[in-house]
């Protein structure tokens, strides 16, 4: 008995840890950037910050250390995948760490529930996926509880709504472009080598937007640097990388999705608590719930599509990998958010803030972390 429990109990400690990072980052994030906390309200600079630093971490552990070793790298996808992506990529990561100058942490989670809504709407504008009427109801009322909850907000900011949104749908461009782009090129690669080609581009297309907005303001303004701060920040975002990226190798796209939404919820209970500036209402948490059960019919389609597709008549054991298989695959499934703009998100998709996370793993699979599979296979 002690046996077949101990994998288990490492299972839920790497999901605690998955849980606790990817809200700590998001947290974090909001404390630094907050006037009236750490006060440092320049996040083009904090995203530049992680992505230095990610890319910094990521090229000693492919080139120095060779913990995973590089991709056959050429020009061409260089430029035809790596920086469209990084792009995107980049444009996800500004404009949501620039809404939490806007809108409180509860209110950017319940937003972020458009996440898969964003991505099906891209992923049909660029052939990837047929509209469906079964889907499109489910997004249909995704979007009626995001409409709700906003209309429950009481701090309601409209230019931090449109940052925040902008960002979702970068994020999903950025989701549909890694697939198609890199599905057609059949590459893969796991979060260290993603971060490696995609966080030095991403932080060179962050330089411009740097240099017009924020430099002159940071001229003039008093603002004090803190090294260990900035340090442990940019910390905690790549160790939520690298946990999304354990997690999944231990347990399947659903689980990961399960944490997710149990960590929104997590998220939107303790940013009330050390924010006791955002205040939340009924209609918020009944939009939020609206929206939810949206996202979890969402899941449940997907995992029924894969499910069909598989039903191959193998014998028993094959079909058990294969069932395993896809079931990792199917990450179309949304999770919600894993969005810690921290460039944390090595590894998923689905949730815009965890964003940071895996630019480039191929996927199918439009969901947070259902991105994995890849790098299960690559690392």
């Known amino acids: 008995m002690a046996m077949i429990s101990k994998p288990l109990v490492f299972t839920y400690i790497y999901l605690l840890i998955y849980i606790i990072l990817s809200s700590g980052v998001i947290l974090y994030n909001k404390w630094v950037l907050s006037p009236k906390y ?71 989670q319940m937003l972020k529930a458009l996440m898969p809504v964003a991505t099906f709407i891209m992923a049909v504008l660029c052939g990837t996926d047929k509209a469906r009427c079964d889907v499109f109801l489910n997004m249909l ?46 590459l893969t690669l796991n979060p260290i080598t993603s971060l490696y080609y995609i966080a030095p581009c991403s932080f060179v297309f962050l330089f411009a937007p740097w240099y017009l ?35 999944i190798g231990r347990t399947g796209a659903v689980t990961i999705r399960v944490a997710g939404v ?69 990450s179309d499934i949304y999770v919600p958010n894993n969005g810690d703009g921290s460039g944390a998100n090595i590894l998923s998709s689905s949730d815009s803030a965890d964003e940071e996370a895996q630019p480039l793993i191929a996927s199918s699979r439009l969901s947070h972390i259902g991105r994995t599979q890849a790098s299960n296979h690559g690392g």
């Open 38 to 108: 750490f006060n440092f309200p320049f996040p083009i600079t904090l995203t530049m910050i992680h992505m230095a630093f990610s890319g910094i971490v990521s090229f000693f552990l492919v080139r120095v250390f060779k913990v995973v070793s590089p991709v056959k790298m050429t020009f061409e996808i260089y430029a035809t995948c790596v920086i469209p992506i990084s792009a995107f990529f980049a444009a996800s990561l500004w404009f949501g760490n620039t809404a939490y100058l806007y809108i409180s942490v509860a209110f950017i």
């Open 141 to 186: 009322l995704v979007s009626v509880g995001v409409v709700v909850s906003s209309y429950g907000e009481i701090h309601f900011n409209v230019v931090g709504t449109v940052y925040q949104v902008t960002g979702i749908f970068a994020e999903a461009l950025r989701l549909v472009l890694t697939q198609v782009l890199l599905q057609k090129k059949g």
């Open 213 to 247: 907005l924020e430099k002159p303001g940071m001229e003039v303004s008093q603002i004090q640097f803190n090294f260990w701060i900035f340090f442990s920040n940019a910390l905690c975002a790549l160790a939520l990388n690298f946990s999304i990226f354990l997690v």
């Open 262 to 330: 149990l960590k929104d919820w997590i998220l939107i209970a303790l940013s009330t608590v050390i924010f006791p500036e955002s205040t939340i209402t009924g209609l918020n948490i009944i939009g939020y719930a609206i929206a939810l059960c949206g996202v979890v019919m969402y899941n449940y389609l997907k995992v029924r599509d894969v499910r069909a597709s598989s039903q191959l008549p193998e014998s028993s054991p094959e079909r058990m990998t294969k069932e395993w298989k896809l079931e990792k695959k199917s």
